[in-house]
Nanobody, 119 residues
């Protein structure tokens, strides 16, 4: 069974940085697409960043130039480096794993980690 465990969330001031981690067990990173999503109160869950089986990345327009997604095959983990954080980045951040051709909603989700950016 595939399991995802997020960590690294917390409180940070605007303009600061935070690094989220997602530990993956039960599957390999290279055969799947890994994504970071976020959901703020009253909002739908939205894609923040993805990295696919080829290593290609994609980002939401709102975080381009500020966030970076990466993988570590030794630790079997995926990371989200968040720089120049803004109050509007405040949300619960979720890690997602899905095989190619499978929608993220049908993939595996972590429990989420809270990120709060203070102005």
């Amino acid at each position: 069974q595939v399991q995802l465990e997020e960590s690294g969330g917390g409180l940070v001031q605007a303009g600061g940085s935070l690094r989220l981690s997602c530990a993956v067990s039960g599957s390999t990173l290279s055969s799947n697409t890994l994504g970071w999503y976020r959901q703020a109160p009253g909002n739908q869950r939205e894609l923040v960043a993805e990295i696919n089986s080829y290593g290609s990345t994609a980002y939401a327009d709102s975080v381009k130039g500020r966030f970076a997604i990466s993988r570590d095959y030794v630790k079997n983990a995926v990371y989200l480096q968040m720089n120049s954080l803004k109050p509007e980045d405040t949300a619960v951040y979720y890690c997602n794993l899905r095989p190619r051709g499978v929608l993220s909603r049908y993939g595996t989700w972590g429990q989420g980690t809270q990120v709060t950016v203070a102005s």
